[in-house]
């Protein structure tokens, strides 16, 4: 049973750092792309970011380009989001998703998700 668990979400203000963590587990995830979108409160879920396997590609969405950076750790089957000077509007349920199929841009549709983890910025 392919899961994806993010963990890491909570409250912090704004100007202030938080790491989600996305550990993947049921499934030979190699080769994968893994990622995370977020939706917030009344909005359609969007596409954050995105890592290849390896490490050699990055796709970010460009309201987190220059904030957010998503490192991989391949021997814990585990993605992370680093999310740097974090804004009000940054507020959302992030979710970690995966597929073997690489983003088009901000463009993404990734067959695996997790159920997400709440990110709250207060101003």
């Known amino acids: 049973q392919v899961q994806l668990v993010e963990s890491g979400g909570g409250l912090v203000q704004a100007g202030g750092s938080l790491r989600l963590s996305c550990a993947a587990s049921g499934h030979t995830f190699s080769s994968y792309v893994m990622g995370w979108f977020r939706q917030a409160p009344g909005k359609e879920r969007e596409f954050v970011g995105a890592?290849?396997?390896?490490?050699?590609?990055?796709w970010y969405a460009d309201s987190v380009k220059g904030r957010f950076t998503i490192s991989r750790d391949n021997a814990k089957n585990t993605r992370y989001l680093q999310m740097n000077s974090l804004k009000p509007e940054d507020t959302a349920v992030y979710y970690c998703?995966?597929?073997?199929?690489?983003?088009?841009?901000?463009?993404?549709?990734?067959?695996?998700w997790g159920k997400g983890t709440l990110v709250t910025v207060s101003s």
């Open positions: 890592v290849s396997w390896s490490g050699g590609a990055t």
């Open positions: 998703a995966a597929d073997p199929r690489n983003p088009s841009g901000s463009k993404w549709t990734p067959y695996y």
